[in-house]
């Protein structure tokens, strides 16, 4: 059969259901190799993280309809891919996705494989049958609705009530930006009229100063992006540099730096000063000066390979005037972007996480100078790993307080800041500033 979305799709959808492969690197492999043209390449990027995003749910709408193992390796892949696009792909009619399943399963399956009678039966079973949900009194009807385990929708539901907890599950759901950041070493308003030029429609974003969304993707095989002119970066993300206030020559300490999104940002600040980078996987410091290389500021970094929780075993005392730990997270924020974290992550992984956050954040204490600031984010929503985390340090730390701070467009009056996802659209995100008392 020749490559075409399809097989991108299923193919990907193997690797990912059957041995927990992610998404995103298995897709980009695949997606380089077919070389699809762009419409199809994103049909395959839509019917990957779409499946994967309603596992959940379609496996709840496929159960009652499969009555035996599915032995051969592709049949549960393509079933879900098959039932997402009918009840997700509106473009896309049921005939056709019929079609496209048969033809999949005769290809894939084993010679003499009945497997296309019994995936036609099954999808035409599930065409009859439409939509089904529990009841919506049970434990698991939020659950099987927005397609996140139980343990996942009860928590939301918990910190932030049953309507507020909808939103944010259907916010998840939904399609993510195509965001991106302007170099504050570039001209913002020229390379904001050439983005336009280029028809990619720039939306100034309403949450961080200099991020703008795109109306389609693509801006990495760009010299826009190639030229350091833009970076990929969600606009939340993009926020956590705006909690410092920079004079311009100070001397910053980036804990847990890779990819190097957010050291890049302090970089571009500091003309006159330097940031110190550091990542307990060597090889990830790679990107951290690939991606400063790119965006024209290595001169102003080092970087370090260094477990952050050994970093005063390789500082001085109060060597920093600012220290951002954009701490290793469960990454809840962006449920949205790696539709696999929610059924890979558990409540424990919140915990364990949390530690070796606090662990981290305790050691910079000593590292900062008198008066600088602290400034400390993750791309989780969860109560453990920010509000508890900040609670904890400042019960260790009497010294420290929290710092009020106030960005372009928004302001932290208690010093802490939770971006939730429904709020601008965005990926979920904890900043929270501190300084040294007295
Ligand atoms: C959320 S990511 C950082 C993203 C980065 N700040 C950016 O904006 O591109 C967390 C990083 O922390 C690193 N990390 C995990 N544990 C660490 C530790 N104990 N010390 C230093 N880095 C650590 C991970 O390898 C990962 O690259």
Redesign the pocket.
Known sequence: MKTNARTVALDTLMKVINQGSYSNISLNHALKAAKLPAEESRLATNLVYGTIQYQLYLEYQLRGLVKSRLKEAYLKPLLLMSAYQIFFLDKVPDRAVLDEANKLAKAYGRPKSNGFRLVNGILRALLRQGEVLPDPASGDYLSVKYSMPVWLSDYFTANWGRSRAEKIMASFNSKSKNEIRVSRLADEQRVVRDLKKAHFDPKESPLAADSYALSRGGIVMTDFFKDGEVTV?DEA?SL?AEAFEFKGNEQAL??????????I?LAEQLPNGRVTA????EK?LRL?KE?AARMHVADRLRVKA????KATEYFSAQEFDKI?V????S?LGLLRRKPEIRYTKTAADLENLAK?QL??LNEMAGLLKKGGELVY???SISVEENEENVRKFLAAHPDFALKPFKTAKISAPKGMLKILPDSYNSDGFFIAKFTTRG
Do not use: E, F
């Open positions: 970066q993300a956590v980036d804990a847990c730096s890779a990819p190097g999104g957010k050291t940002q550091l990542d307990i996987h990830k951290v991606n260094l477990d952050a929780r951002l954009d701490a290793p997270c990454g070796i662990d981290i984010s993750t791309c």
